[in-house]
C-alpha cells in the first residue's frame, strides 16, 4: 500500500506542476488532486495516524504551494500573454499653457495638429468647428496631453 501512496503522490505532483505550464482547462489540475485524495485515503487504510499526520501536511504546505505556483506562473508564456502589462506611466506635462497662442499645421476637424512656438501638438477644435490651416488659434484647455484650441478672429486678437 506504501508503494500506492508513493505512486499516487508523485503523480499528484506532475500533474499539478504540469498545470501550471500547460493550458490544460484545468484537468491536469483536477487529475492532480484527485491523485492526491486517493493518496490521502490510502495513508488512513495504512495508519489513521500517518493518514491525520499527512493531511495536516497538506493543509499547511498548500497555501506556499499555490503562493509559489502563482509567482511561477507568471513568468511562464502563456503567464505573460495572459497578464497585461501596465502602460500608465507619468503622463507628460504639457509645454504648452492655456491661452498661449498658435498656429494650426493641419485642419482640425475636429483634430489636427498645431504647433505653439517650437512645440507641435495634437490639438481638439473647440466644439467640433473646422479649423482650416494656417489660421491662428489659442489653448483654451489641455485634457490628456491634447490640447483644445479656438480660432482666434482678428477681434479676439
Do not use: H
Amino acid at each position: 500500500m506504501l508503494i500506492w501512496f508513493c505512486i499516487l503522490l508523485a503523480l499528484a505532483i506532475v500533474m499539478l506542476v504540469s498545470e501550471i505550464f500547460l493550458p490544460s482547462g484545468g484537468v491536469l489540475g483536477v487529475v492532480g488532486l484527485l491523485c492526491l485524495l486517493a493518496a490521502v485515503i490510502i495513508c488512513f487504510f495504512i495508519n489513521r495516524w500517518l493518514g491525520a499526520g499527512v493531511s495536516l501536511a497538506l493543509l499547511v504546505i498548500t497555501p506556499f504551494a499555490v503562493a509559489g505556483a502563482m509567482n511561477v506562473w507568471q513568468r511562464t508564456p502563456i503567464g505573460r500573454r495572459m497578464i497585461l502589462k501596465t502602460t500608465m506611466g507619468y503622463a507628460n506635462v504639457p509645454t504648452v499653457l492655456i491661452g498661449t497662442a498658435g498656429v494650426a499645421l493641419t485642419e482640425l476637424r475636429p483634430m489636427g495638429e498645431c504647433e505653439f512656438g517650437d512645440t507641435r501638438m495634437q490639438a481638439c477644435s473647440e466644439m467640433g468647428v473646422i479649423v482650416s490651416a494656417g489660421s491662428p488659434v489659442k489653448v483654451i484647455s489641455i485634457t490628456d496631453g491634447i490640447a483644445t484650441v479656438r480660432p482666434l478672429t482678428p477681434e479676439s486678437m
